[in-house]
């Protein structure tokens, strides 16, 4: 079965930091552009980051640029996104996104995990 | 950055009535080179991730009912349920993969039966 499932969320004080990871299985992870999209509470989607299937091209939203550092290891199959210096904004359910097609982010989204909760809060 | 927009914020149906959702992009969607418009449409049901249900702005993704439909082009695109049912209330958002990699969506459509 084609998954992916992220862990890492949690309470964390304005300025801190935290490591999203998303684990993938079902299909062959290095062929694919991935992507990290958040939701905040009662809110749209936002897509914060993507990196393409060597690692070699990494992209932000501005709002995380500096702060956010996506990665990924092929060898295990996982997608990561370090996040530094939170803020309250960054609250948000993380999902983490597959492109549909291999070797392209010209693509719908079209497996997604069911998130990890990020809350930015003293 | 291309702006979409969607209307209504939220929608109410009778069950087997037709549902219609658009999207308004800010700039064109549309690749001339391949006559391609690079238009999404998801389902997000409360508690779950959103699911992909067209993309090519009508091409159905696998398994996806055929009461739903997409179409339009450049700017203009709407999504389509011919009869609704009960387990299609949900949130509905567009989204374009043109101007990757900055992927921008919709606000979202709620869709609730009348």
């Known amino acids: 079965e084609v998954q992916l499932v992220e862990s890492g969320g949690g309470l964390v004080q304005p300025g801190g930091s935290l490591r999203l990871s998303c684990a993938a299985s079902g299909f062959t992870f290095s062929n694919y552009w991935m992507s990290w999209v958040r939701q905040a509470p009662g809110k749209g989607l936002e897509w914060v980051a993507n990196i393409k299937q060597d690692g070699s091209e990494k992209y932000y939203v501005d709002s995380v640029k500096g702060r956010f550092t996506i990665s990924r290891d092929n060898a295990k199959n996982s997608l990561y996104l370090q996040m530094n210096s939170l803020r309250g904004e960054d609250t948000a359910l993380y999902y983490c996104a597959r492109v549909r097609i291999p070797a392209t982010q010209y693509d719908a989204f079209d497996i997604w995990g069911q998130g990890t909760m990020v809350t930015v809060s003293s | 950055d291309i702006v979409m927009t969607q209307s209504p914020d939220s929608l109410a149906v009778s069950l087997g009535e037709r549902a219609t959702i658009n999207c308004k992009s800010s700039q064109s969607v549309l690749y001339s080179s391949n006559n391609k418009n690079y238009l999404a449409w998801y389902q997000q049901k409360p508690g779950q991730p959103p699911k992909l249900l067209i993309y090519?702005?009508?091409t159905r993704e696998s398994g996806v009912p055929d009461r739903f439909s997409g179409s339009g082009s450049v700017t203009d695109f709407t999504l389509t349920i011919s009869s609704l049912q009960a387990e299609d209330v949900a949130v509905y958002y567009c989204q374009q993969y043109y101007s990757t990699p900055l992927y921008t969506f919709g606000q979202g459509t709620k869709l609730e039966i009348k």
């Open positions: 090519w702005a009508s």
